[in-house]
Nanobody, 123 residues
């Protein structure tokens, strides 16, 4: 059974940068659209960013566009989220997702979820 494993979360101050990583095991990584979602207590999980198989097409939530960058390395079965100029509202548990189909602000059919990594932005 394949799985996804996130790393790189932590406590940072507003304006700082942080890089999240997600590595897949047992999944045909190069066949999947990859993405990042986040969730805070009491709210639904929301789409943050997605990237197609080729890595040439991406999508972002309006709240993170121009601050976050998603990339992937198919040779390492990994996807990354570079978070710059973070804000307190970026706080949450960040989940890696593997699926099929990338919409404007969603992965249409998520097949795998990671366990999540906590990001806290606070001064």
């Amino acid at each position: 059974q394949g799985h996804l494993a996130e790393s790189g979360g932590g406590l940072v101050q507003p304006g700082d940068s942080l890089r999240l990583s997600c590595t897949s095991v047992g999944i045909t990584f190069s066949s999947y659209t990859m993405g990042w979602y986040r969730q805070v207590p009491g709210k639904e999980r929301e789409f943050v960013a997605g990237i197609r198989v080729s890595g040439t097409s991406t999508a972002y939530a309006d709240s993170v566009r121009d601050r976050f960058t998603i990339t992937r390395d198919n040779t390492k079965s990994s996807v990354y989220l570079q978070m710059d100029d973070v804000k307190p509202e970026d706080t949450g548990v960040y989940y890696c997702a593997a699926g099929i189909g990338l919409g404007a602000a969603t992965i249409r059919q998520v097949g795998f979820w990671g366990q999540g990594t906590q990001v806290t932005v606070s001064s």
